[in-house]
């Protein structure tokens, strides 16, 4: 089996950062692709990062020269600066590997002053 474990969230001031971390583990090859979605209370699920195959990376707009997603390994990273109020949500991390989509339990990410 697969499975992705998030951890790195937290509650931070306005402009402050935080690194979120996603780790897939089980029989899956390197070849895969990982994105970042978030949601808040009421809101629908918006797609944050995409990191395809350890390379290529994609970002919604609102977070474009604030956030760097990067893969080592298994581990996907997720670096969050000048974090804003609208951030807070539920980050959710999704491995996707042969046509499979594997979720991971979800992390809080709390900013306000």
């Known amino acids: 089996q697969v499975q992705v474990a998030e951890s790195g969230g937290g509650s931070v001031q306005p402009g402050g950062s935080l690194r979120l971390s996603c780790a897939a583990s089980g029989r899956l090859s390197s070849a895969y692709t990982v994105t970042w979605y978030r949601q808040a209370p009421g809101n629908e699920r918006e797609f944050v990062a995409r990191i395809i195959n350890g390379g290529r990376t994609d970002y919604t707009d609102s977070v474009k020269g604030r956030f760097t997603i990067s893969r080592i390994r298994n581990t996907v990273y997720l670096q969050m600066n000048s974090l804003e109020p609208d951030d807070t949500a539920v980050y959710y991390c999704?491995?996707?590997?042969?046509?499979?989509?594997?979720w991971g339990q979800g992390t809080q990410v709390t900013v306000s002053s």
């Open positions: 999704n491995v996707r590997w042969q046509s499979y989509d594997y």
